[in-house]
């Protein structure tokens, strides 16, 4: 069995957000990204969470759903910095 290729960050992408069909407004649509790294930072940091879910990328001939965007963005080879958690920006401001 071969070794799965590491994946290139440098490499374009598509991003597809599901579909908010509760919100009356339109929530974020299909968009291209010069590389796979950013479009895998907006999809973790600027999607709202129900665009999220049932979202895909696709980098070259691989999809990733959900899950596979938040690994490529939780992997060591990840080039970009990380904005930190919510959970802990609102802790901050809660004291």
């Known amino acids: 069995m071969r070794p799965l290729r590491p994946f290139n960050f440098?490499?374009?992408?598509?991003?597809f957000p599901?579909?908010?069909?509760?919100?009356?407004?339109a929530g974020f649509t299909y968009?291209?990204?010069?590389t796979a790294a950013e479009a895998v930072q907006f999809a973790m940091e600027q999607?709202?969470?129900?665009?999220?879910?049932?979202?895909y990328l696709q980098v070259e001939e691989a999809r990733f759903d959900q899950n596979g965007i938040r690994?490529?963005?939780?992997?060591e080879?990840?080039?970009?910095?990380?904005?930190?958690?919510?959970?802990?920006?609102?802790?901050?401001?809660?004291?």
Do not use: V
């Open 47 to 55: 999607l709202p969470t129900d665009s999220l879910n049932g979202a």
């Open 31 to 34: 968009r291209r990204f010069g």
């Open 18 to 25: 599901a579909a908010i069909r509760k919100k009356k407004r």
């Open 10 to 15: 440098n490499t374009s992408a598509e991003l």
């Open 77 to 95: 080879a990840f080039p970009l910095p990380r904005r930190r958690k919510l959970e802990t920006e609102t802790d901050a401001d809660a004291a």
């Open 71 to 75: 690994s490529l963005y939780e992997s």
